[in-house]
């Protein structure tokens, strides 16, 4: 089985402050990872993914993410918001040992204010 | 954007009308989705297609009826639906590795009255 969590249901930050959404996983396989966002009334977006590669893993949008096995975590940061960076963030684990089964974090609201 | 379409974008239904969401991918994939996404709930996987075969159905009620006639396209057949069926559903695309990534649409936000 698979879950993920995500820490913070909400998180505010400053125009031009860092950012860090944490997540932490729980896989009986070597799990793919994924960060998602989602802007009001849009669809979700691909913002990075992690394959067992590169533990440090660089998206969209100047986002970064570490792979670290030995927390079992995979948080999302990014060194300067802006305020196009208000949206929902999801942390999703994928690999149950068959099929591509994605299982989804219940989301980081991220509001950057000025 | 995406290379994941949905039509309708909004769709406001009664109890006892019959209705269809659409959703196609121009992305060459093998695979696709539909969640669900309701608020203050994680994504719900419903079901997912394999080759257009259907691969998995998580124990959705039979008031949603899939159809995927072709790689490239999905459909969600709703009927006799309830109001706590109103959310927003998304549908989504992969090619059919086990750590492919996913790409969704834009959703299409649907209202039960």
């Known amino acids: 089985a698979q879950s993920v969590t995500q820490l913070d249901s909400h998180v505010s930050v400053s125009e031009g402050t860092p950012v860090l959404l944490r997540c932490n996983y729980s896989?009986?396989?070597?799990?793919?990872l994924f960060w998602y966002v989602q802007h009001p009334n849009k669809g979700l977006q691909l913002l990075l993914k992690y394959t067992s590669a590169a533990t440090l893993v660089k998206g969209i949008n100047g986002f970064e993410a570490e792979f670290k096995k030995s927390e079992t975590s995979f948080h999302l940061t990014k060194p300067s918001a802006h305020m196009s960076d208000a949206a929902e963030y999801f942390c999703?684990?994928?690999?149950?040992?068959?099929?591509?089964?994605?299982?989804f974090g219940t989301g980081t609201q991220l509001k950057v204010e000025l | 954007e995406t290379g994941v379409t949905q039509t309708p974008r909004h769709l406001v239904m009664g109890m006892t009308n019959k209705k269809s969401l659409k959703c196609e991918q121009h992305l060459g994939h093998n695979a696709m989705y539909w969640y669900k996404q309701s608020a203050k709930k994680p994504l719900e996987l419903m079901f997912v297609?394999?080759?257009?075969?259907?691969?998995e159905n998580n124990s959705v009620p039979s008031r949603f009826s899939p159809e995927c006639p072709n790689s490239s396209h999905l459909f969600l057949h709703l009927h006799t639906l309830q109001p706590e069926d109103s959310a927003l559903y998304l549908c989504a695309s992969s090619a059919r590795g086990a750590s492919d990534t996913q790409y969704f649409g834009p959703g299409t936000r649907l209202t039960v009255l």
């Open positions: 297609y394999s080759l257009e075969e259907r691969v």
């Open positions: 896989s009986s396989y070597s799990p793919s």
């Open positions: 999703v684990v994928s690999g149950s040992g068959g099929g591509n089964k994605l299982t």
